[in-house]
């Protein structure tokens, strides 16, 4: 019914109408035979669901989309998530650490790390990072660096994390 009557779902929809409804079948179903008694009380009954599920969505999203909230409560736990399970190594995770402490950082942000060694050091750990798809270029030739998620380790705290918090279906 949204995407009968303009719902976008290929670009720029922040909301995914399946997570309200998704969440717990039992209530949903209950909610919609609410509605079904045509009855302006149940006809209520399921707008207030469908309102009170969609106000929540937008609050995850306005979460997510605080810098601050996202580096406290995901991304630094991810690392944390990774290191604990061996998958990266302790220099690794202050490198990463930095990395979402300063979004675009590059190899003198990270020379403390690595005092009295030689330069060629930090740039084959840099590497290191970018070959695990931890960290990327900002772009084509640059040396200045994004953390990245896209690696299956970090990926898997991301993912886990979401799901404590609440955002993902349960």
């Known amino acids: 019914m949204l995407i009968r009557l303009g719902f976008n779902v290929s670009k720029g929809r922040i909301l995914n109408p399946t997570a309200v409804f998704c969440s717990n079948r039992n209530v949903y179903y209950k909610k919609l035979s609410e509605a079904d008694t045509g009855l302006d009380k149940g006809t209520l009954i399921w707008c207030d669901y469908v309102l009170k599920g969609l106000k929540d969505e937008i609050e995850k999203i306005d979460r997510l989309l605080d810098y601050d909230y996202l580096k406290k409560e995901i991304l630094l736990p991810a690392i944390g998530f990774s290191l604990e399970r061996k998958v990266i190594t302790d220099i ?26 030689d330069n060629a050091i930090i740039s084959r750990q840099i590497r290191k990072l970018i070959d695990k798809k931890m960290l990327a270029p900002e772009k084509e030739g640059a040396r200045k660096y994004l953390i990245r998620f896209n690696n299956n380790y970090l990926l898997r705290g991301i993912i886990t994390l979401l799901g404590e918090k609440g955002f993902l279906p349960g």
């Open 92 to 117: 690794e995770s202050t490198i990463l650490k930095r990395a979402v402490a300063k979004p675009l950082i590059q190899a003198s942000d990270i020379k403390d790390l690595f005092a009295g060694q």
